[in-house]
């Protein structure tokens, strides 16, 4: 069983900022990716940032220059530092992961239960 815990997701004013973490625990050799996706009511879940196990990025433009995702591998952590906020960053954001478990099982998908990110004045 692999588990993954968001937290840091709030009530924000335009222009702030938050700082979401993930942390992943349970049977873990490994994990590749680690990655934010976003859900807004009404819209599809989209790809917010990713990061590899060898720490390369990658951002939906939406978020360029304003998100940085970042990870402890020690730790089994994921970051994303969330800085000039906007209107349109209000979703649910839900941490993923592809976790290796064992040779045998390979990756493995993980989510988690998401944290709500509301940028609000």
């Known amino acids: 069983q692999v588990q993954l815990v968001e937290s840091g997701g709030g009530l924000v004013q335009p222009g702030g900022s938050l700082r979401l973490s993930c942390v992943a625990s349970?049977?873990?050799?490994?994990?590749?990716?680690m990655a934010w996706y976003r859900q807004a009511p009404g819209k599809q879940r989209e790809l917010v940032a990713s990061?590899?196990?060898?720490?390369?990025?990658n951002y939906a433009d939406s978020v360029k220059g304003r998100f940085t995702i970042s990870r402890d591998n020690a730790k089994n952590t994921a970051y994303l530092q969330m800085m000039s906020l906007k209107f349109e960053d209000t979703a649910v954001y839900y941490c993923?992961?592809?976790?290796?478990?064992?040779?045998?099982?390979?990756?493995?998908?993980?989510w988690g239960q998401g944290t709500q990110v509301t940028v609000s004045s």
């Open positions: 993923n992961a592809q976790v290796l478990v064992d040779r045998y099982s390979g990756y493995e998908t993980s």
């Open positions: 990061i590899t196990n060898s720490h390369s990025t």
């Open positions: 349970g049977s873990i050799l490994s994990i590749y990716v």
